[in-house]
């Protein structure tokens, strides 16, 4: 089988980034459709009184509606059908989960995460948690 | 003068509407209400509210929970004013103007801050006690601050100052939890309580609940305010988070029916079991026992009952039920600084966004450090009633929104609407004005002062950098 659509997730990160190439590149190939996206991580477990926490999360998300932009302008110089999504949510079940299951994906290009030991011990990997825990192909860039 | 109220226009907010869905039913919203609520005050305050109102605390803990319904029903109609999701500083500044906007800021810094160090006293009860059955000691002198026990010689909380650090650290680099592992905790917190009503309360002597309510509604003993009012003041802290049920109002199904259900659930679910296991703490132990144990009460229980072993289970699930507490009220504190740096109310400082890891992370660690001090330094006797205050008139405030609100704009959009306005935010009101007065007259000064504070910033830094521009120039 061929991959019909590709999911690239991005943070601003240069591994991401060198994942958004090889998204463009596969997709060109496999003339396959482009999914790119950005997703704040809203952290329901973190929610108290008063709704604080809500101006930060539109604030991230408002920045990066205009940050991912390049990336969209860039797929389409190169003549990709690509489709761009910011979302607010949990990071890791959006990408593992969500996102793949509602616009059915058949393949997840993500940058290793470049955190240290410590990092990963608190947050976890997010491209480890989408490598356990999606349905689809999952492609890790290094 | 006018600037002083000068708004925000609702137009800027709703420019980028956020792709919220619509997912969240009634069990959902009460589980999270359950989560946000227990955890917090039934495993720290009830020695206090216990020596404040002897047994009859149970209605003291009914009392704030009809406060908090009713508060809860006007900030959820507050909260789904604005179409978009933001805190109640962004909506009152859109509301009211500036200066209250500011004023309920302050105050929910003062909730934050307090609240977190609040915990973190607990935290450091539980923990030295975990680590005594381990048989390691830290030193008496170290273990909690000035004058918490009377004849008791403590100089310094360095577990609760410790913890505070640590979590102010992994704030700052960012944190991720699934969904799972807040439901872990969740289901941690419940299971911890009932298995501690499970075992104690065979043991309930019903002589030690007399006299039943030792200090009536409000009388004045060896200089402090006790009775069942004052208590409820104090214990009003167990109850703080549950309106993070009421800013879900975009996200539930049906809000109108979900919203109030969700609300009188969680509260009425979380107020049975602290009715439950409050009746048991003062059936087991005379109430005057708890001064002994202010900072970890339900060891108290546990020590005359003689269950080592269960002591140690409610240890741990204290010490993880309260370990995320801490981080929800230090990361809401970093939250809410960035907000009104973002404005321009605060230096900007406060607001830079790390790039790397996406937080505020020097404000932070300005407000980790000020924290972790307060704990150390402060006892819990202090810390425990200007947490609360803050908070309540934040609920004033918000109560008072909602009935300006109706009368001045009818016409704007509302998510959902509380039912039985004017009353409801009117008894919300009283009864918020009412556990204010249960307060110590200190604890009202100590207010004052922090207020003056807040408005020495205010006119001196405040309203002269805020960002929004006055559209009639002045």
Redesign the interface.
């Known amino acids: 089988m061929t991959y019909k659509r590709i999911l690239v997730g991005l943070d601003?990160s240069e591994q991401a980034d060198r994942a958004f190439k090889v998204g463009c590149d596969l997709s060109k190939s496999l003339s396959a459709t482009l999914y790119i996206i950005w997703i704040v991580?809203r952290?329901?477990?973190?929610?108290?009184?008063?709704?604080?926490?809500?101006?930060?999360?539109?604030?991230?998300?408002?920045q990066i509606?205009q940050r991912i932009k390049p990336y969209v302008d860039q797929a389409q110089a190169q003549k990709l059908n690509v489709v761009s999504k910011v979302?607010?949510g949990?990071?890791?079940?959006i990408l593992a989960k969500e996102f793949p299951q509602e616009n059915q994906i058949d393949l997840i290009i993500l940058g290793n995460t470049g955190i240290n030991v410590v990092?990963k011990m608190?947050?976890?990997s997010?491209s480890g948690?989408v490598v356990r825990h999606s349905s689809c192909d999952v492609l890790i860039v290094k | 003068m006018s600037s002083l109220f000068r708004k925000k226009d609702i137009n800027d907010l709703v420019k980028h509407a956020s792709p919220l869905k619509r997912t969240l039913k009634t069990w959902d919203l009460t589980f999270l209400g359950i989560g946000a609520i227990i955890g917090t005050g039934i495993f720290v305050l009830t020695g206090k509210g216990a020596l404040t109102a002897g047994p009859a605390l149970a209605l003291s803990f009914f009392m704030a929970a009809i406060c908090c319904g009713f508060a809860g029903l006007c900030y959820a109609e507050f909260a789904s004013m604005a179409p978009v999701a933001g805190s109640a500083y962004t909506y009152s500044y859109i509301a009211f103007g500036e200066i209250i906007a500011f004023i309920i800021g302050w105050d929910l810094i003062l909730e934050y801050a307090l609240g977190a160090a609040t915990v973190s006293v607990g935290w450091s009860g539980y923990f030295v006690n975990l680590l005594s059955n381990m048989g390691i000691r830290i030193p008496t002198l170290l273990t909690a601050a000035i004058g918490t026990t009377p004849g008791v010689n403590t100089i310094f909380n360095l577990p609760a100052f410790l913890i505070i650090l640590v979590i102010t650290w992994i704030i700052s680099i960012g944190i991720t939890q699934t969904k799972r592992v807040n439901d872990t905790m969740v289901l941690v917190k419940l299971a911890v309580i009932v298995l501690f009503i499970i075992c104690t309360i065979w043991f309930i002597k019903p002589q030690n609940w007399h006299p039943f309510s030792p200090f009536g509604w409000y009388s004045y003993h060896n200089g402090t305010a006790s009775g069942i009012i004052p208590a409820a003041s104090i214990v009003f802290f167990s109850f703080i988070g549950f309106d993070a049920v009421s800013s879900s109002a975009e996200e539930t199904i049906n809000p109108s029916k979900t919203l109030p259900r969700g609300i009188l659930l969680s509260l009425l679910i979380s107020t049975i079991l602290y009715i439950i296991m409050t009746l048991t703490m003062t059936g087991v132990v005379k109430y005057t026992i708890f001064i002994k144990y202010l900072n970890a009460p339900i060891l108290a229980v546990l020590a005359k009952t003689g269950q080592t072993w269960l002591s140690i289970i409610v240890s741990v699930g204290a010490i993880l039920g309260m370990t995320t507490v801490i981080l929800v009220q230090l990361y809401g504190q970093s939250r809410i600084s960035y907000s009104m740096s973002r404005d321009g109310l605060f230096p900007k400082f406060f607001g830079q966004v790390d790039q790397k890891h996406q937080t505020p992370f020097k404000g932070t660690w300005f407000f980790g450090i000020i924290t972790a001090l307060a704990s150390g330094f402060i006892n819990l006797n202090i810390l425990s009633e200007l947490v609360n205050i803050g908070t309540l008139t934040a609920f004033i405030l918000v109560s008072a929104g909602v009935l300006l609100m109706r009368r001045t704009h009818p016409e704007i959009h509302r998510g959902f609407r509380a039912p039985g306005v004017p009353i409801t935010p009117i008894i919300a009101i009283i009864f918020c004005i009412t556990l204010i007065a249960g307060l110590n007259w200190e604890t009202w000064l100590r207010f004052v002062v922090w207020l003056a504070i807040g408005m020495a910033i205010y006119f001196g830094y405040g309203r002269r950098h805020a960002t929004i521009k006055d559209k009639k120039g002045e």
């Not at chain 1, 952290?43 to 408002?62: I, K, P």
């Not at chain 1, 949990?90 to 079940?93: E, F, L």
């Open positions: 601003g991580n952290d329901r477990g973190m929610d108290s009184s008063f709704g604080v926490n809500e101006d930060f999360y539109r604030d991230l998300y408002n509606t979302l607010v949990n990071i890791k079940v990092e608190i947050q976890g997010h948690y």
